[in-house]
Every structure is written in C-alpha cells, then in structure tokens.
C-alpha cells in the first residue's frame, strides 16, 4: 500500500511564525502536491512538484513555498503564516504515466493561525 | 481555462432511492476524469476513473465529451455512500483540478 505521511494532524501557529508543513510517501513516486480543503472551495491546488528540486506554482501559490530536496519529501513553507491560511492541507503524490494515474492523499494538517 | 463545476453542495437521499452527483467540466484537450471520495474521519482516495470504465461500490460515471459531463450514478444508495465527493480532472502530465464537492447524506 502506498503511504502518503503528513508530520502533523494538528497544528496551531501564531500569526507572523513561518510554519514547515512535512509529506514523505514511500512509493518512489515523481509528482507530488499540496492542496488546501475549504469548506464550499474543495481542493485548491497550492503547489505541485514533478521531481527533485522541480517545482511549479498551481492555482493559489501566493503566502507559500516549497521545497524538494529528496524525491520522497515535499515540504511547504508558510513564509509568514496568517489567519486567511488557517485550513486543512493536503499532501498527495502519483506516479504518473499509462495506467498510473491515481493520486494517493495523504491524512490532512489541520492548520490553525491565531 | 479548466474548470470542474459540481452544481450540488448537498445532495439528501433515501437508502434504495437512486443517486446522481453531476459534474461538469471545461478543457480544450482530452480530459481524463476522476471521482474521489472522502469517507468522514478518512483521506480522500480513488473512488473511479473513466478510462477504466468500471464499477466501483456499486457506483459508475460515463465521460460524455459532447456535453463535458462526468456524472456518478450509483441505482440504489446505502448509507454507508454518506461521503464528500469530489470530481477531478487531469490536465497534462500533472495537475489535477478538483471541483467544490458534493456532500451526499444516505438517509436511513
């Protein structure tokens, strides 16, 4: 089974902090990303990551890095963490290429900035 | 631009009543279209996907190009169907764009 791990289900952060949001998945695969989940918004795609140290802005990149140095971790960087980013966040990956199209989640980091 | 738009936030039915969630979509290329499924207290996982024209719990989704419509019908609901369901599409190699999801309550 592929094993998507978030670092944290819960987390509360102070407005200002920069917060570190951790997702290794243990399958090898190349194309990773983080969404955040709002309620009536779905899934917002923040940032994706197709190999080491590639990176591609998705459709709300704007308040947030990422980084990967090792194929099996993507991190994202709340550079100054703010109210509007309180959210669930999710990590996926997938393979990609025929017949491996399935993203695999990770289990949420509930993220609230005070 | 792509766009999913799942017209429902809520959808109420009766255990053994016929569900539909609808979902739409906008893509100039060949899509290739998801249903994802997130059970409460759960991660959101695969429910179905159009290539593989399958049935899954019961449940199948038809690609209709002409009227860019993934529909997911399931003939008779349970309530364990109660979920979030999200419709997704695949542009690309890599972005898959989630619509707003459908919260769907299976009444007993």
């Known amino acids: 089974d592929v094993k998507v791990t978030q670092s944290s289900r819960y987390l509360v952060k102070r407005t200002g902090e920069k917060v570190f949001l951790e997702c290794v998945q243990d399958?090898?695969?190349?194309?990773m990303f983080w969404y955040r989940q709002d309620p009536g918004l779905g899934l917002r795609l923040i940032y994706f990551?197709?190999?080491?140290?590639?990176?591609e802005k998705g459709d709300i990149p704007e308040g947030y890095s990422v980084s990967r140095e090792k194929k099996e971790r993507f991190s994202l960087i709340l550079e100054s963490a703010s109210t509007n980013q309180t959210s669930m966040y999710l990590c996926?990956?997938?393979?990609?290429?025929?017949?491996?199209?399935?993203?695999?989640f990770g289990q949420g980091t509930r993220l609230t900035v005070v | 631009a792509q766009r999913v738009t799942q017209p429902e936030k809520l959808l109420s039915v009766f255990k053994g009543a016929p569900v539909e969630l609808k979902c739409n979509y906008s893509?100039?290329?060949?899509?290739?279209l998801f249903w994802y499924v997130q059970y409460s207290r759960q991660r959101l996982q695969l429910l179905l996907r159009?290539?593989s024209r399958e049935s899954i719990k019961g449940f199948t989704a038809d690609l209709n190009k002409g009227e860019t419509s993934f529909h997911l019908k399931k003939p008779f609901a349970q309530e364990e169907d109660s979920a979030m369901y999200y419709c997704?599409?695949?542009?690309?190699?890599?972005?898959?764009?989630f619509g707003k999801g459908t919260l769907l309550t299976v009444n007993p």
């Open positions: 996926a990956s997938f393979q990609g290429g025929p017949g491996n199209t399935e993203a695999f």
């Open positions: 399958m090898d695969h190349e194309n």
């Open positions: 990551s197709y190999d080491v140290k590639m990176k």
């Open positions: 893509y100039s290329g060949s899509p290739e």
């Open positions: 159009h290539i």
């Open positions: 997704a599409l695949r542009r690309g190699n890599y972005k898959l764009t």
